[in-house]
Protein backbone atom coordinates (compact mmCIF):
# COMPACT_ATOMS: atom_id res chain seq x y z
CA UNK A 1 0.00 0.00 0.00
CA UNK A 2 1.24 3.35 -1.00
CA UNK A 3 2.20 5.95 2.27
CA UNK A 4 1.18 9.09 1.68
CA UNK A 5 3.94 11.62 3.10
CA UNK A 6 3.34 14.95 4.63
CA UNK A 7 5.42 16.64 2.23
CA UNK A 8 7.21 14.64 -1.12
CA UNK A 9 9.50 16.62 -3.02
CA UNK A 10 10.77 14.15 -4.95
CA UNK A 11 7.58 14.28 -6.98
CA UNK A 12 7.93 17.91 -7.21
CA UNK A 13 11.70 17.13 -8.66
CA UNK A 14 10.18 14.49 -10.83
CA UNK A 15 7.40 16.39 -12.49
CA UNK A 16 9.44 18.99 -13.82
CA UNK A 17 12.95 16.25 -14.62
CA UNK A 18 13.34 16.82 -17.95
CA UNK A 19 13.93 20.93 -17.86
CA UNK A 20 16.03 20.22 -13.96
CA UNK A 21 18.22 17.59 -15.32
CA UNK A 22 18.42 20.01 -18.89
CA UNK A 23 19.51 22.72 -16.12
CA UNK A 24 21.82 20.73 -13.89
CA UNK A 25 23.68 19.85 -16.87
CA UNK A 26 23.99 23.30 -18.54
CA UNK A 27 25.95 24.36 -15.31
CA UNK A 28 28.12 21.14 -14.89
CA UNK A 29 29.49 21.99 -18.94
CA UNK A 30 29.39 25.55 -18.08
CA UNK A 31 32.65 25.15 -15.46
CA UNK A 32 31.32 28.09 -13.42
CA UNK A 33 29.70 26.38 -10.27
CA UNK A 34 30.00 29.67 -7.86
CA UNK A 35 27.91 32.91 -8.32
CA UNK A 36 27.16 32.40 -11.56
CA UNK A 37 24.89 33.49 -14.30
CA UNK A 38 22.07 31.04 -12.50
CA UNK A 39 22.45 32.79 -9.49
CA UNK A 40 22.58 36.28 -11.16
CA UNK A 41 19.37 35.40 -12.86
CA UNK A 42 17.50 34.00 -10.32
CA UNK A 43 17.97 36.62 -7.91
CA UNK A 44 16.94 38.98 -10.63
CA UNK A 45 13.96 36.60 -11.67
CA UNK A 46 12.80 36.04 -8.04
CA UNK A 47 12.95 39.72 -6.83
CA UNK A 48 10.75 40.31 -9.09
CA UNK A 49 8.08 38.03 -8.62
CA UNK A 50 8.10 38.94 -4.77
CA UNK A 51 8.15 42.72 -5.88
CA UNK A 52 11.36 44.07 -4.07
CA UNK A 53 14.35 45.74 -6.09
CA UNK A 54 17.36 43.35 -5.15
CA UNK A 55 18.05 39.41 -4.20
CA UNK A 56 20.89 38.07 -2.48
CA UNK A 57 21.48 34.52 -2.58
CA UNK A 58 22.26 32.46 0.41
CA UNK A 59 23.26 29.49 1.56
CA UNK A 60 20.13 28.51 3.95
CA UNK A 61 17.20 30.27 4.71
CA UNK A 62 18.63 30.32 8.33
CA UNK A 63 21.52 32.16 6.99
CA UNK A 64 19.40 34.39 5.35
CA UNK A 65 17.73 35.47 8.60
CA UNK A 66 21.34 36.33 9.86
CA UNK A 67 22.26 38.06 7.01
CA UNK A 68 19.14 39.73 7.25
CA UNK A 69 19.62 40.61 10.69
CA UNK A 70 23.62 41.99 10.47
CA UNK A 71 22.33 43.54 7.02
CA UNK A 72 19.91 45.81 9.04
CA UNK A 73 22.29 46.75 11.95
CA UNK A 74 21.24 44.62 14.68
CA UNK A 75 23.95 43.02 16.94
CA UNK A 76 25.16 42.51 20.74
CA UNK A 77 22.39 43.38 22.79
CA UNK A 78 19.66 44.86 20.71
CA UNK A 79 16.06 42.99 21.26
CA UNK A 80 14.59 41.44 18.39
CA UNK A 81 10.42 40.33 18.73
CA UNK A 82 9.70 37.37 17.44
CA UNK A 83 7.38 34.11 18.58
CA UNK A 84 7.92 30.84 19.61
CA UNK A 85 5.71 29.36 17.45
CA UNK A 86 8.05 29.00 14.59
CA UNK A 87 11.22 26.48 13.12
CA UNK A 88 13.95 26.99 15.77
CA UNK A 89 15.94 28.79 12.82
CA UNK A 90 14.41 32.35 13.02
CA UNK A 91 15.22 32.56 17.05
CA UNK A 92 19.02 30.76 16.33
CA UNK A 93 19.63 33.44 13.91
CA UNK A 94 18.58 36.15 16.84
CA UNK A 95 21.16 34.65 18.67
CA UNK A 96 23.69 34.40 16.88
CA UNK A 97 23.99 37.63 16.27
CA UNK A 98 24.35 38.29 19.82
CA UNK A 99 20.41 39.69 19.95
CA UNK A 100 17.74 38.97 22.79
CA UNK A 101 15.33 37.18 21.52
CA UNK A 102 12.24 38.16 23.23
CA UNK A 103 9.06 35.70 22.17
CA UNK A 104 5.33 36.87 22.09
CA UNK A 105 2.17 34.82 21.96
CA UNK A 106 0.32 33.51 18.64
CA UNK A 107 -3.28 33.97 17.73
CA UNK A 108 -5.21 30.91 18.01
CA UNK A 109 -6.80 30.70 14.70
CA UNK A 110 -3.74 31.54 12.51
CA UNK A 111 -1.01 30.83 14.45
CA UNK A 112 0.51 34.22 13.47
CA UNK A 113 2.14 37.06 15.92
CA UNK A 114 -0.95 38.21 18.45
CA UNK A 115 -0.14 42.13 17.72
CA UNK A 116 -1.73 43.21 20.86
CA UNK A 117 0.62 40.80 22.88
CA UNK A 118 3.77 42.51 20.99
CA UNK A 119 2.17 45.65 20.85
CA UNK A 120 2.34 45.46 25.11
CA UNK A 121 5.88 43.90 25.30
CA UNK A 122 6.64 47.04 23.37
CA UNK A 123 5.19 49.30 25.94
CA UNK A 124 6.19 47.40 28.92
CA UNK A 125 9.80 45.88 28.15
CA UNK A 126 12.68 47.94 29.36
CA UNK A 127 15.81 45.46 29.54
CA UNK A 128 17.87 46.27 26.57
CA UNK A 129 16.78 48.46 23.49
CA UNK A 130 14.57 46.65 21.21
CA UNK A 131 15.45 47.33 17.69
CA UNK A 132 13.66 45.03 15.61
CA UNK A 133 10.74 42.43 14.94
CA UNK A 134 10.40 39.11 12.68
CA UNK A 135 7.62 38.54 12.25
CA UNK A 136 6.75 34.96 10.71
CA UNK A 137 4.18 33.82 8.25
CA UNK A 138 3.90 30.38 9.22
CA UNK A 139 2.26 27.92 7.14
CA UNK A 140 1.84 30.15 4.43
CA UNK A 141 -0.60 32.16 5.99
CA UNK A 142 0.32 36.22 5.62
CA UNK A 143 0.22 38.13 8.88
CA UNK A 144 -1.39 41.70 8.62
CA UNK A 145 1.57 43.59 7.35
CA UNK A 146 0.19 47.55 7.53
CA UNK A 147 -0.90 46.50 11.28
CA UNK A 148 2.50 45.64 12.24
CA UNK A 149 4.58 48.54 9.63
CA UNK A 150 1.99 51.01 11.80
CA UNK A 151 3.56 49.80 15.07
CA UNK A 152 7.62 49.14 14.02
CA UNK A 153 7.17 53.20 12.66
CA UNK A 154 5.71 54.02 16.07
CA UNK A 155 8.61 52.28 17.95
CA UNK A 156 11.29 53.24 15.12
CA UNK A 157 12.20 49.17 14.85
CA UNK A 158 13.23 47.40 11.83
CA UNK A 159 10.79 44.56 10.32
CA UNK A 160 12.34 42.09 8.68
CA UNK A 161 10.32 39.33 7.45
CA UNK A 162 10.86 35.66 7.77
CA UNK A 163 8.80 33.89 4.78
CA UNK A 164 10.44 30.63 4.87
CA UNK A 165 7.04 28.80 4.47
CA UNK A 166 5.64 31.78 2.16
CA UNK A 167 6.68 31.57 -1.37
CA UNK A 168 3.82 34.27 -3.00
CA UNK A 169 1.65 34.43 0.10
CA UNK A 170 0.05 37.75 -0.59
CA UNK A 171 -1.12 40.47 1.92
CA UNK A 172 -3.39 43.21 0.40
CA UNK A 173 -2.23 42.35 -3.30
CA UNK A 174 1.50 42.33 -2.39
CA UNK A 175 3.83 39.36 -1.93
CA UNK A 176 5.39 38.85 1.36
CA UNK A 177 8.65 40.04 1.55
CA UNK A 178 7.87 42.82 0.19
CA UNK A 179 7.29 45.08 3.03
CA UNK A 180 9.46 44.98 5.73
CA UNK A 181 13.02 46.13 5.15
CA UNK A 182 13.99 43.18 4.38
CA UNK A 183 12.61 39.48 4.01
CA UNK A 184 14.31 36.02 4.60
CA UNK A 185 13.57 33.03 2.53
CA UNK A 186 15.06 29.49 2.88
CA UNK A 187 14.58 26.96 -0.51
CA UNK A 188 14.56 23.91 1.88
CA UNK A 189 13.43 20.98 -0.41
CA UNK A 190 10.04 20.68 1.28
CA UNK A 191 9.32 24.82 0.87
CA UNK A 192 6.85 25.57 -2.13
CA UNK A 193 9.93 27.03 -3.82
CA UNK A 194 12.00 24.17 -2.59
CA UNK A 195 15.99 23.52 -4.20
CA UNK A 196 17.49 20.01 -4.29
CA UNK A 197 19.36 20.96 -1.37
CA UNK A 198 19.97 23.80 0.69
CA UNK A 199 19.34 27.31 -0.73
CA UNK A 200 18.29 30.87 0.65
CA UNK A 201 17.44 34.29 -0.21
CA UNK A 202 16.64 37.69 1.05
CA UNK A 203 15.06 40.28 -0.79
CA UNK A 204 14.86 43.91 -0.25
CA UNK A 205 14.44 47.64 -1.64
CA UNK A 206 16.93 49.29 0.35
CA UNK A 207 19.99 49.51 -1.82
CA UNK A 208 22.03 50.29 1.26
CA UNK A 209 20.92 46.64 2.90
CA UNK A 210 20.82 44.67 -0.15
CA UNK A 211 24.90 46.04 -0.68
CA UNK A 212 25.78 45.42 3.11
CA UNK A 213 23.86 41.84 2.71
CA UNK A 214 25.98 40.88 -0.83
CA UNK A 215 29.13 42.23 1.11
CA UNK A 216 27.82 40.12 4.02
CA UNK A 217 27.26 36.46 2.52
CA UNK A 218 31.13 36.59 0.78
CA UNK A 219 33.66 37.63 3.56
CA UNK A 220 32.53 41.49 2.92
CA UNK A 221 33.87 42.17 -0.28
CA UNK A 222 33.21 44.59 -2.27
CA UNK A 223 36.77 43.53 -5.07
CA UNK A 224 37.48 40.29 -5.07
CA UNK A 225 40.19 39.19 -2.22
CA UNK A 226 39.59 42.41 -0.74
CA UNK A 227 37.11 42.45 2.39
CA UNK A 228 35.96 46.12 3.57
CA UNK A 229 33.75 44.82 6.41
CA UNK A 230 33.73 41.24 8.28
CA UNK A 231 31.65 38.52 6.30
CA UNK A 232 31.04 35.21 6.24
CA UNK A 233 30.78 32.86 2.94
CA UNK A 234 26.75 31.67 2.36
CA UNK A 235 26.65 31.43 -1.12
CA UNK A 236 23.55 30.62 -2.95
CA UNK A 237 25.27 27.61 -5.02
CA UNK A 238 25.19 28.03 -9.00
CA UNK A 239 23.32 24.18 -9.41
CA UNK A 240 20.46 25.28 -7.01
CA UNK A 241 19.88 27.92 -8.52
CA UNK A 242 19.32 26.35 -11.77
CA UNK A 243 16.99 24.33 -10.63
CA UNK A 244 15.37 27.33 -8.49
CA UNK A 245 14.85 28.71 -12.10
CA UNK A 246 12.96 25.73 -13.38
CA UNK A 247 10.58 25.66 -10.42
CA UNK A 248 10.17 29.19 -10.16
CA UNK A 249 8.38 29.11 -13.35
CA UNK A 250 5.76 26.75 -11.73
CA UNK A 251 5.28 28.24 -8.61
CA UNK A 252 1.97 30.25 -9.41
CA UNK A 253 0.21 27.13 -10.64
CA UNK A 254 1.54 25.11 -7.59
CA UNK A 255 0.63 27.32 -5.13
CA UNK A 256 -3.23 27.90 -6.91
CA UNK A 257 -2.92 23.97 -6.84
CA UNK A 258 -2.26 23.81 -3.01
CA UNK A 259 -5.09 26.32 -2.30
CA UNK A 260 -7.40 23.83 -4.10
CA UNK A 261 -6.13 20.77 -2.02
CA UNK A 262 -7.19 23.05 1.30
CA UNK A 263 -9.78 24.30 0.12
CA UNK A 264 -11.35 20.40 -0.64
CA UNK A 265 -9.70 19.43 2.99
CA UNK A 266 -11.53 22.54 4.58
CA UNK A 267 -15.09 21.91 3.02
CA UNK A 268 -14.67 17.95 3.38
CA UNK A 269 -14.07 18.46 6.76
CA UNK A 270 -16.42 21.40 8.15
CA UNK A 271 -18.51 18.72 10.25
CA UNK A 272 -15.28 17.06 11.95
CA UNK A 273 -14.73 17.93 15.48
CA UNK A 274 -11.38 19.64 14.38
CA UNK A 275 -10.34 23.26 13.73
CA UNK A 276 -9.33 23.62 10.09
CA UNK A 277 -7.29 26.71 9.01
CA UNK A 278 -8.93 30.00 8.62
CA UNK A 279 -7.22 32.53 6.03
CA UNK A 280 -7.12 36.01 7.27
CA UNK A 281 -8.81 39.04 5.24
CA UNK A 282 -7.16 40.55 2.49
CA UNK A 283 -4.81 37.63 2.40
CA UNK A 284 -3.90 34.65 -0.25
CA UNK A 285 -2.76 31.78 2.13
CA UNK A 286 -0.15 29.42 -0.04
CA UNK A 287 -0.60 26.68 1.90
CA UNK A 288 2.94 25.09 2.91
CA UNK A 289 1.42 23.14 5.67
CA UNK A 290 -2.35 22.38 6.30
CA UNK A 291 -3.06 22.72 9.86
CA UNK A 292 -5.63 21.11 11.66
CA UNK A 293 -6.22 21.38 15.93
CA UNK A 294 -7.43 18.79 17.66
CA UNK A 295 -6.83 18.01 21.76
CA UNK A 296 -7.20 14.34 20.44
CA UNK A 297 -4.36 15.20 18.23
CA UNK A 298 -1.98 11.77 19.10
CA UNK A 299 -5.16 9.60 18.16
CA UNK A 300 -5.85 11.02 15.02
CA UNK A 301 -2.09 10.98 14.01
CA UNK A 302 -2.18 7.10 15.16
CA UNK A 303 -5.24 6.23 13.29
CA UNK A 304 -3.77 8.32 10.01
CA UNK A 305 -0.51 6.67 10.15
CA UNK A 306 -2.52 2.86 10.71
CA UNK A 307 -3.86 3.60 7.59
CA UNK A 308 -0.61 4.54 5.62
CA UNK A 309 -0.85 8.48 5.85
CA UNK A 310 2.24 9.92 7.59
CA UNK A 311 1.58 13.28 9.31
CA UNK A 312 3.88 16.46 10.70
CA UNK A 313 4.08 18.19 13.99
CA UNK A 314 5.04 21.47 13.22
CA UNK A 315 6.36 22.03 15.64
CA UNK A 316 5.96 19.96 18.82
CA UNK A 317 8.32 22.14 21.04
CA UNK A 318 7.82 25.92 21.55
CA UNK A 319 11.74 27.01 21.01
CA UNK A 320 11.40 28.87 24.53
CA UNK A 321 10.73 25.28 26.04
CA UNK A 322 13.86 23.99 24.11
CA UNK A 323 16.83 22.77 26.44
CA UNK A 324 19.46 24.46 23.91
CA UNK A 325 17.17 28.15 24.54
CA UNK A 326 14.89 28.38 26.89
CA UNK A 327 17.72 30.77 28.91
CA UNK A 328 18.45 32.26 25.98
CA UNK A 329 15.16 33.89 25.15
CA UNK A 330 12.99 36.18 27.06
CA UNK A 331 8.92 35.88 27.19
CA UNK A 332 7.01 38.58 26.43
CA UNK A 333 4.27 40.25 27.82
CA UNK A 334 1.27 37.96 28.30
CA UNK A 335 3.27 34.97 28.84
CA UNK A 336 3.15 32.10 25.66
CA UNK A 337 -0.40 30.19 27.09
CA UNK A 338 -1.68 29.88 23.47
CA UNK A 339 1.99 28.66 22.02
CA UNK A 340 2.55 26.07 24.64
CA UNK A 341 -1.22 25.03 23.94
CA UNK A 342 -1.40 24.15 20.27
CA UNK A 343 1.93 22.14 20.51
CA UNK A 344 -0.21 19.80 21.56
CA UNK A 345 -3.11 19.96 19.12
CA UNK A 346 -1.81 21.01 15.47
CA UNK A 347 -1.19 18.02 13.08
CA UNK A 348 -0.05 18.61 9.62
CA UNK A 349 -1.83 16.63 7.12
CA UNK A 350 -0.45 15.99 3.33
CA UNK A 351 -0.58 18.26 1.08
CA UNK A 352 1.22 19.32 -2.26
CA UNK A 353 1.08 20.00 -5.60
CA UNK A 354 1.01 16.49 -6.71
CA UNK A 355 -1.32 14.85 -4.68
CA UNK A 356 -4.26 13.62 -6.57
CA UNK A 357 -7.85 14.09 -5.98
CA UNK A 358 -8.07 10.28 -4.56
CA UNK A 359 -5.38 10.53 -2.12
CA UNK A 360 -6.89 13.49 -0.13
CA UNK A 361 -9.85 12.05 -0.44
CA UNK A 362 -8.25 9.02 1.51
CA UNK A 363 -7.49 11.07 3.56
CA UNK A 364 -10.60 12.63 4.57
CA UNK A 365 -12.51 9.25 4.42
CA UNK A 366 -10.06 8.45 7.56
CA UNK A 367 -10.60 11.27 9.29
CA UNK A 368 -14.14 10.78 9.28
CA UNK A 369 -14.32 7.59 10.22
CA UNK A 370 -12.32 8.69 12.97
Same mark, same amino acid.
Given at each position: ?????????????????? =?????????????????? =???????????????????????????????????????????????????? /?????????????????????????????????????????????????? !????????? %?????????????????????????????? $???????????? +??????????? /??? +????????????????????? !??????????????????????????????????????? %?????????????????????? %??????????????????????????????????????? !???????? $????? @?????????????? !?? @?????????????????
Amino acid at each position: METLLPANPKLGYLAHKK =EIDAAIQQVLESGLYILG =ENVSQFEEQFASFIGASSCVGVGNGTDALIIALRACGIGPGDGVITVSHTAV /ATVAAIDVVGAVPILVDVDPAMFTMDLDKLEQTLKSYKNCKIKAIIPVHI !YGQPLDMES %ILEIAGRYDLMVIEDCAQSHGAEFRNRRVG $SFGHIGAFSFYP +TKNLGALGDGG /AIV +TSDPQIAERARMLRQYGWKRR !YISDSPGSNTRLDELQAAILRVKLRYLNPENARRRALAA %IYSHELESVELQVPREATDSVH %IYHQYVVRTTRRDDLKARLSSNSIETAILYPVAVHDQAG !YKSRVVVG $SGGLE @ETERICNEILSLPI !YP @ELKDEQIGKVIDVIRTW
